[in-house]
């Protein structure tokens, strides 16, 4: 027997009935398409599967065709055929694609028996007079297209879609208008459904959209948000610039629809709000389906080989990536694709790594997407070092790129280059190049992502879920760790909650792209408010231990309760990069609360006189902590650092309110490099190890403040 005599397609039968009782031809293709749809609705795509499943069902009918008299048997109809699929699902294993198979028969046969739906001669001279004006062309009154839709989109029944097309129809007619929108059909579908307490339905088929004076306020690039219209609150963000600093009216408004679709649809329920009432914070809820950080080795952009040409390629790697993902791009090893632009051009060539970096500059303030380098090893310090001299000779802007560089890196960088001093303190102190640590198995490469030792691909920071610090502190009271704590285990609860159906959803936007990107994701937990909560919970000290136990409560709850999820998330750490929105909004929610209640009390016993509100302080969006009393810049954090096996800390932020407290020193020629030295030397001893002494002061340190390494 040859091959095609046994395959499925030489088993099924040549023709089939439809419905209607048309003959057509037998296509097992549309088979197989259904049946993959429906496993793309339970998150379980499989093609092959669909096909085999497809086979068995050609085969059985064939089968059947050949017991019932051979060619007088009888013209298989749809609905043997799916009952067929059904039957061949359940038995091979997949339940669940059964049921939304299942599903999507009912709901297809339902629309079917919608469109039987006839407009009565009453109606129709009014039907006929009503113009309905959509979005890609006029059309008259259809009721039979309203009900359709409702039993489509709001997944109704037959007779309850026809109770609300009526009672819309006769609100439409009785108006007396003549010409009517899409937009008021839906608002008066929304109405009948409200009025009949249909909320599922409601949340199926409601609009999500600005209404005329929001879409002028974002137009005109006014914020919505009553915390960012506060006018004594700051509203330029600092650091990374994002998709939303872009000045461009069509991001905004698309930003604020996702935004709004999100509350709704993705933070339902306890989580969302606690997101709203600012005990929590979801970054960048205006680009849900995108991931904040995508991370990965420079050489996957490449053509292959390294050339120049290679070099160039990553470039255009870049800007295609750009659109997958909303705050920053991190590039993995640069050194071993961007090393022949050292040799192939000579120094000022637009060819070499300058004009290189210009052209990355130019990608990314175009997508407004910050694009970074990370995992710069101790062996390619000959490359690192002209790297770190082309970023400090850029000119300044928001979207030079920057570097996350391992302690034990710039070590050995400055222990070979020391003349490089000066441009090392010059990016720290910009916030460009920031120290980091980790794990020999899992380092980490970009913030909220680690990876894990010869793992390839690309990594993602799915979201980050900032905790309000400071409302916890002061609902506790001074002393009062234990109930702090508590509080802490609740917030990471829900947060992972949130992170869990946030990674469901980009999940499945990924396994619908027809790209085929993938990438492991993992999710940041953003403490906000660190040194404002110790300071209330030592009512003015700030105790760096108490820190320490804060940090690790975090990072070990995120790790446990992780494990338990229904949607496994892959890993969630605190990080100390995504909090300045949240550390503004919390600060501005939290005073609100504050003046809310001291009016209470004002109105209650007749005292006090309204004064006018000083300035919003923000919150301290990261791990920054100094000034601490008795403590240079560099060591309160390493002290509260200590618990965390893996992070980041930008150095950027550290010597401004150090000189504030009178706590800088002037004998520091170069303050950041200084503070890094004190952070990495007291971090390493929490290890066992010992930084070099690489600047050695004309004279010992005295007193408390010794910068020796500590065995």
Sequence with gaps: MSASEGSPRSHAPARVRKRDGRVVEFQVDKITAAIAAAMEAVGEPDPDFAAEVAGVVALSLGDRIRSERGDTARLPDIEEIQDLVEHALMELGRPAVAKAYILYRDRRARIREALRVHRSDRVGRSARSVRVHEDEGVSPWS????????????????????????AVER????????????????????????????????????????GRQDLGAALAGRPLAAWERDASNSLLATGAPSRGSVPEARLCVGSEVLRRFALEDL??????????????HVEDLGAPHLPLVL????????????????????????????????????????????????RAARPGSPLGLTGWLRALCAISRASGVRIDFSNLGPRSTAFTARLVSALAELPPGPFLPGLFFDGHGIEALLAENQGLAAAVDRLMGEGRLVTSWGEEDEEFVAPGCRRRRR???????????????????????????????????????????????????????DRARPSGFHSRRGWAIQP???????????????????GARILGLISEAASRFSSGLEHSVVAVSPCSFFGERAARRFAWLDRARRREEAGEQRWLFQEGEETEAPPLRPYTPGFALSPVAGELPGRAEAQCLRTLVSGALPLSGLQGPARRAGLHSTEEPMPHLAAWRRFEVLRRARSGEVVLELFPTRRAPSGPHSLRPLT
């Design 143 to 166: 009721k039979h297209r309203l009900v359709s839709a409702l039993v489509d989109e709001a997944e109704l029944s037959r007779e309850a879609a026809e109770e609300i097309a009526s």
């Design 171 to 210: 609100r439409v007619f009785a108006s007396g208008q003549t010409r009517i929108t899409t937009a008021l059909v839906r608002e008066l579908v929304t109405g009948e459904l409200l009025e009949r307490g249909w909320t599922r339905a409601l949340s199926s088929s409601g609009l999500v959209g600005l």
């Design 267 to 280: 933070l339902s329920g306890g989580p969302g709000e606690l997101h709203r009432t600012g005990e929590l």
């Design 295 to 342: 991370s990965a080795e420079a050489e996957l952009f490449a053509s292959g080989g390294h050339s120049v040409s290679s070099a160039q390629a990553v470039l255009e790697g870049v800007a295609d990536l750009t659109t997958r993902v909303s705050r920053a791009i991190v590039l993995e090893r640069p050194d071993r694709v961007l090393a022949p632009l050292l």
């Design 455 to 509: 793992e390839p691909g690309i990594l993602a920071c799915g979201g980050a879920i900032a905790l309000n610090l400071p409302r916890l502190a002061r609902r506790a009271g001074p002393w009062r760790e234990e109930l702090v704590q508590n509080g802490i285990v609740e917030l990471v609860q829900a947060a992972l909650e949130i992170a869990s159906d946030l990674d469901r959803f980009q999940a499945g936007l």
């Design 528 to 546: 906000v408010g660190l040194a404002e909560a110790l300071s209330i919970l030592g009512e003015g000290e700030l105790d760096t231990d108490l």
